[in-house]
T-cell receptor
């Protein structure tokens, strides 16, 4: 079955370390997105990519980086520059206004 | 500017009651899409409905119904005869059709619904 796979489901990071969240899709969708969810704030866009080798900053890109070397993969790196990285991260993909979300990764800084 | 507003942060109802979740949106586009998603405690977003801006017909799916009114920029969601399994956070979202925005979503802040048995 097609879908989006995010791994890991739970992730713990020490302060000052970079960490990469995985997002893989087998839906053949061109566009992919990363969202961050904090309590009471809904989902906010971090980065999005409409095609391979191209990506754009969203509303809260500072402290994050992405790559899109393959259509299927859109990994998100949370760098040490992100001051408050503890959150729930959701990856999504879309084609023709059909959106699919992954099950999310909960990142906790310890 | 806030694109999607869900004014109700938390709602509690007793099982079998009807409940309406409000959603008000803002856009300058004439072509756009509105969505409702359910987020259970496990975290994934479950798609409920997509409606384009040219289709103002109300929709009913089982116990769920949606009322889309362009005149008031609202896309409200009603659950009839609520059940405990309806307890979740519900998000309303807007997607505009312009290439500039990369077809991204604008999410509301969500409404947390608790159905009490």
């Amino acid at each position: 079955d097609g879908g989006i796979t995010q791994s890991p489901k739970y992730l713990f990071r020490k302060e000052g370390q970079n960490v990469t969240l995985s997002c893989e899709q087998n839906l053949n969708h061109d566009a992919m997105y990363w969202y961050r969810q904090d309590p009471g704030q809904g989902l906010r866009l971090i980065y999005y990519s409409q095609i391979v080798n191209d990506f754009q900053k969203g509303d809260i890109a500072e402290g994050y980086s992405v790559s899109r070397e393959k259509k299927e993969s859109f990994p998100l790196t949370v760098t040490s520059a992100q001051k408050n990285p503890t959150a729930f991260y959701l990856c999504a993909s879309s084609i023709a206004k059909v959106y699919t979300f992954g099950s999310g990764t909960r990142l906790t800084v310890v | 500017a806030q694109k999607v507003t869900q004014a109700q942060t938390e709602i509690s109802v007793v099982e079998k009651e009807d409940v309406t979740l409000d959603c008000v949106y803002e856009t300058r586009d004439t072509t756009y899409y509105l969505f409702w998603y359910k987020q259970p405690p496990s975290g994934e977003l479950v798609f409920l409905i997509r409606r384009n801006s040219f289709d103002e017909q109300n929709e009913i799916s089982g116990r769920y119904s949606w009322n889309f009114q362009k005149s008031t920029s609202s896309f409200n969601f009603t659950i009839t005869a609520s059940q405990v399994v309806d307890s979740a956070v519900y998000f309303c979202a807007l997607s505009e059709a312009t290439m500039h925005t990369g077809n991204q979503f604008y999410f509301g802040t969500g409404t947390s619904l608790t159905v009490i048995p």
